[in-house]
Structure formats: C-alpha cells, structure tokens
C-alpha cells in the first residue's frame, strides 16, 4: 500500500536556520505530493504541492521537488521565523479514479526560537 | 469564497454513545473526506463520499458512518464509542474536476473526546 515516512521531530531551530524536513514515499502508479501546515489548535492547511516528476512546488519562501528517482519530497527552507513554528505533514494522493485519499506522514513538529 | 466549517468544536462523550459530526463543504466542491488524528500522530483517511455516496473507505469498522447531502455538506456518525475513538476529526473537501494533484481544503476539526 502506500506510505510516507517524515524525519522524528521535534525539529528546534534559532530564527533564520536554514531548514529541511525529509520526506519519502511508496506508492503505486504516480502520485501527487503535498506539504501540509497545522498551527496549534488548528486543522490543516494545503502549504505546497506537485503533481509530477521534477515538479517544485513553493509557497511563503518554502519549497519542496518531486524526486522520483529517490521517492522523495523534503521541505526546504531558507530562513525561518517564529512564525513557522507548527506542525508539518507530508502527503501523497495516489488513488485511481474518483478516489482521491490522501496519506499522511506522522507528522513533524518544528519550533523555531527568537 | 467559504472554507470548510465543522461543528462542534469540541465534544465530550460517554464510552457506548453515539455521536454525529458536520461539515460544510467549501463554495464549488462536490466531494468531502473524513480523517480521525489521533493525538501526535497523522491523520488517517475514514472515508470520502462524491455526489452522495461513499467512494473510498479506509481501514475503519461500520460504527464509523457517514452522509453526503445534496448541498455537498456532510456528517461523520460513530455508534457505541470507544475511549480510542478520542481524536481529531477533520472533514476535506476538494473539487473532483481539478484532478487528485489539486489538493483538498481542510476544516479546523472537531475534537472529540470519549470519557
């Protein structure tokens, strides 16, 4: 079946630390990946996505390529904030017809200190 | 245009109760996904119901129901609860026609915990 695997947080950075949070993934046929955010006490919100091989998707100075070659789609982030400070989730959609279920990473949480 | 709206934020039940949950699908999108995210984990797909029936379930067992209406909105019924069944319950609705590579809009969730 499908899966993803994130890196173990928690991940504690100093504001403007570089970042990278890995993600990989098993699937059949041709998923499509997402980076998604989760503020305490929120639901989730869509922060990336890619639809394809090569693909980079980018959002607020993150960004994330569909690897397929190595099944992978790490988050990257030049300079982060405190306000970055959330949970992050990598997915994928690799259903077939109208079925279009996500699967989640367990999660990463990412506290990033003044 | 309107995000995705669940009710109630929080619930608290007794262990063997059954429990109803909403949502309110985003303006423009004909199908709507449950996920349960139990505490420090990801979420877990229940089921996704287009034009009113469920096309998709995960691995959840039948006390864990649910209705499309003609409007798009939704509700997640779980009968003879569980204390594991405590969780965040997100309701997603997407817009089939956009293709799987659009991405879903997620609700705040509603948190339910069973005593």
């Known amino acids: 079946g499908n899966s993803v695997t994130q890196m173990e947080g928690p991940v504690t950075l100093s504001e403007e630390a570089f970042l990278t949070i890995n993600c990989t993934y098993t699937?059949?046929?041709?998923?499509?990946l997402f980076w998604y955010v989760q503020y305490p006490g929120e639901g989730l919100q869509l922060l990336l996505k890619a639809t394809k091989a090569d693909d980079k998707g980018s959002n607020k100075g993150f960004e994330a390529t569909y690897r397929k070659e190595t099944t992978s789609f790490h988050l990257e982030k030049g300079s982060v904030q405190v306000s970055d400070s959330a949970v992050y989730f990598c997915a994928l959609s690799a259903g077939g017809g109208s079925n279009y279920k996500l699967t989640f990473g367990k999660g990463t949480l990412l506290t990033v200190n003044p | 245009e309107t995000g995705v709206t669940q009710s109630p934020t929080h619930l608290i039940k007794t262990r063997g109760q059954q429990v109803t949950l909403r949502c309110s699908s985003q303006?423009?999108?004909?199908?709507v996904s449950w996920y349960q995210q139990a505490l420090g984990q990801g979420p877990q797909f229940i089921f996704q119901y287009y034009r009113e029936e469920e096309n998709g379930r995960g691995n959840f067992p039948p006390r864990f129901s649910g209705l499309q209406f003609p409007n798009y909105s939704s509700e997640l019924n779980v009968n003879a609860l569980e204390l594991d069944d405590s969780a965040l319950y997100l309701c997603a609705s997407s817009s089939q026609w956009r293709g799987r590579g659009y991405g879903y809009t997620f609700g705040s969730g509603t948190r339910l915990t069973v005593v």
């Open positions: 303006s423009g999108h004909n199908t």
């Open positions: 699937a059949t046929g041709y998923p499509s």
